[in-house]
C-alpha cells in the first residue's frame, strides 16, 4: 500500500469545518499534521522542551475488512509523544481511520503496523499504537482522577478571558506535595470555535498553589480557542511561570469527538502519565 502524507499546514486549511466526503479505501494522505512550534512560540518555547509528555488518542470507532471481505471492529490507542515536531488534526485522523473501512488487511497486526508507520510520518516521531478487536473483549475501566477536587469553591466569577495573571501561591505556608483536580475545563476548538469538554489535573510539589485563584484560571480558559495539546501545554507553561512549583505535572482527558478521545500528558522529566482509564465523560 503507497503511503502520501502531505505536508505540515496552518489549522485553518484542515478539514476542520468543511464538508468532506467518505472515503472508505485506504487512505494515509487524509491526515492532516500541524506543526507544534508557532504555538508553543507563543509560550517561549523554544527546540528545548520545558517538559516531557505524550497525546494520547482513544479511538472507538475502527472497523476494516478481512481477507475474505468481512467487516472486523476494534478499539485502539494512540500514543504520540509530545517531543514530536507535529500533531495531526482530529477530523482528519477520523476521516483517515474510515478509509479503512473497505479495505482489506491480513489481520489486526497489518492495521496496527500501518496505523503506526503512517502516524509516525505525520508526526515526525515514533507512534506506538495498539489495536484490540471486539471479539478478545477488551476491557477499560471508567474512573475519576485522582486527587482533591476543587470545584466545589464557593467563588463568584465574571470575567472568561484567559488569565494566567490570577495565578498565585500561599508564600507562608510550607511546601506541599498534592493533586488537584477541576472537571470545569472548556476550550473551544482553534479553527470551528465549537466547545471541548474536559477534566483537568495538576500534581505538584512546591509552595500551596491558592486554589481559588486555580479554579478561576480553569475558567479562563472557557473562550479560549486552541487544540487539546496546546491548551495543556499552556497549563503546564503558566504554572511553572507563575506558581514555580518545584515539580509538576499536568494531564487533561477529553471527552469524546468523533469517535476520538484526546488525552495530553506533560510533566517535568520523570514524571509519568496516568493509566488509560475511561472518565465519566469520555
Known amino acids: 500500500m503507497s503511503q502520501t502524507v502531505p505536508p505540515a499546514g496552518a489549522p485553518e486549511q484542515s478539514p476542520l469545518g468543511k464538508s468532506s466526503s467518505y472515503c472508505t479505501d485506504y487512505a494515509p494522505a487524509l491526515l492532516f499534521p500541524i506543526d507544534r512550534a508557532a504555538k508553543r512560540a507563543e509560550l517561549g518555547i523554544g527546540e528545548v522542551l520545558p517538559f516531557v509528555g505524550e497525546d494520547l488518542w482513544n479511538a472507538y470507532e475502527l472497523s476494516w475488512l478481512n481477507p475474505r471481505g468481512k467487516p472486523v471492529v476494534a478499539l485502539a490507542s494512540f500514543r504520540v509523544a509530545a517531543e514530536s515536531p507535529r500533531l495531526v488534526e482530529s477530523k482528519s485522523l477520523k476521516l483517515y481511520l474510515n ?44 474512573a475519576y482522577a485522582e486527587g482533591e477536587l476543587i470545584d466545589d469553591l464557593d467563588i ?36 470551528t470555535g465549537q466547545p471541548d469538554w474536559g477534566t483537568v489535573v495538576i500534581r505538584y510539589s512546591g509552595k500551596p498553589i491558592d486554589r481559588e485563584s486555580l479554579l478561576r484560571y480553569i475558567v479562563s480558559f472557557r473562550n479560549h480557542d486552541e487544540f487539546h495539546e496546546q491548551c495543556v ?50
Open 156 to 191: 463568584e466569577i465574571a470575567d472568561y478571558r484567559l488569565r494566567p495573571d490570577v495565578l498565585r501561591i500561599d508564600e507562608a505556608r510550607a511546601s506541599v506535595s498534592e493533586t488537584l483536580v477541576s472537571q470545569l475545563l472548556k476550550s473551544n476548538c482553534l479553527v
Open 233 to 282: 501545554e499552556r497549563i503546564f507553561t503558566d504554572l511553572r511561570r507563575y506558581c514555580a512549583p518545584q515539580r509538576l505535572a499536568v494531564w487533561a482527558r477529553y471527552t469524546r469527538r468523533g469517535g476520538l478521545d484526546i488525552n495530553p500528558f506533560r510533566g517535568d522529566p520523570g514524571e509519568s502519565p496516568p493509566e488509560n482509564f475511561g472518565d465519566i465523560r469520555q
Open 99 to 142: 478509509s479503512f473501512n473497505g479495505t482489506r488487511f491480513a489481520d489486526a497486526g497489518a492495521v496496527r503496523a500501518t496505523i503506526a508507520r503512517d502516524l509516525s510520518t505525520a508526526t515526525g516521531a515514533p507512534v506506538a499504537v495498539s489495536v484490540s478487536t471486539l471479539d478478545t473483549r477488551p476491557a477499560r475501566a471508567l
